[in-house]
């Protein structure tokens, strides 16, 4: 969820350029639009398919376009309550729905995963031959056809708009190209005799889907815990906030992830000596520093004299002596 460039004086492309709240929305219902179209097309061609092959494999994969259309379906809705505005009741706005959204979508995906995986290890036992071969690889290529078109799409919106829901819905999508593939090589395999290929091949698909089931889980659940930003990032943010003749330290930096916001408060230790004013100027000066590296955060700095942390310190110790 943290894909931004913490790199202070580094150029930014184009893809981490801030955008505009218009031009982000309607990237996002661009992207959230073609994900429930291209889902809901595979589902019909994938459904006359698994009818015609009577193939578990083939079966997988209409498994997984079901949940990619329930999953598209469900980030159609956050991804629109994501983007309401702060108002009275929701001052830090609603980007965590987009959080809410990827933690349904791994429950989704990791319950029906589990069914694939009773589906196969039947077949196993029970073997069944595969009829109209020939449909069903000519389904399965037209799969991977439209599922890199949207990949196409769903990539640029990403990387314009860092949304999370975005990026766990393209995870769906980027598993299916490679169990597509893998459904196409079983297919072949068991026109040749191999029946066995069939179900092994499914059980391949539903362990993968549980693997991405627990990825996508774990992004949504730490970004709904407001867990901090990996080390590597905190730590370009406290070079990048001390990186001023003038600041003596930095302390009680806190980060945090909702959305597509990134949420960062740090205390800048200043001589206290200083005038009010110029040190103002000073968190203005790093806080402009900050959202060029990280476009669009949220940044509240305190100014503290220097030392103050380490006399509040002092005073506790004193106090806990004096008891």
């Known amino acids: 969820h943290t894909q931004y460039l913490l790199c202070h004086h580094a150029p930014m492309t184009d893809a981490e350029h801030p955008i505009d709240s218009k031009e982000s929305a309607r990237l996002l219902k661009l992207a959230t639009n073609a994900s429930v179209t291209t889902a809901v097309i595979l589902i019909v061609a994938k459904l006359a398919a698994y009818i015609a092959t009577n193939s578990v494999s083939v079966l997988a994969s209409l498994i997984d376009s079901l949940l990619d259309a329930g999953a598209s379906v469900i980030n159609l809705v956050a991804v629109r309550y994501a983007l309401e505005p702060p108002d009275s009741e929701h001052r830090f706005g609603h980007g965590k729905a987009e959080s809410i959204a990827g933690l349904a979508q791994s429950m989704f995906v990791a319950g029906s995963g589990l069914f694939l995986i009773i589906e196969a290890i039947e077949r196993l036992v ?34 314009r708009t860092h949304s999370v829901a975005i990026k766990a819905d393209s995870l769906h999508y980027k598993t299916d190209l490679l169990t597509n593939a893998a459904i196409i090589l079983a297919l072949l395999l068991s026109q040749m005799g191999w029946l066995g290929m069939d179900p092994i091949f499914a059980l391949g698909v539903a362990v993968y889907i549980l693997h991405s089931a627990w990825q996508i889980g774990r992004e949504a659940f730490n970004d709904l ?46 001589d206290e000596q200083m005038r009010l004013y110029e040190s103002h100027q000073i968190a203005d000066d790093r806080e402009a520093a900050l959202r060029l590296a990280i476009p669009g955060a949220d940044i509240v700095i305190h100014q503290d004299p220097a030392g103050l942390k380490e006399r509040r310190i002092d005073d506790v110790i004193d106090t806990a002596t004096d008891d």
């Not at 029970?126 to 799409?153: N, Q, S």
């Not at 930096?253 to 205390?267: A, D, F, K, N, W």
Request: charged share 25%.
């Open 225 to 270: 815990l407001d867990r901090e930003l990996p080390d590597d990032k905190r730590d370009n943010i406290m070079r990048i906030a001390t990186d001023h003749p003038k600041v003596l330290g930095v302390h009680d930096l806190r980060t945090r992830v909702s959305g597509r916001t990134v949420y960062i408060q740090l205390h800048l230790e200043l």
């Open 126 to 159: 029970k073997p069944r031959p595969i009829d109209e071969l020939g449909l069903g690889l000519a389904v399965m290529v037209f799969a991977m056809a439209a599922t890199l078109a949207l990949l196409a799409i769903q990539h640029y919106v990403i990387r």
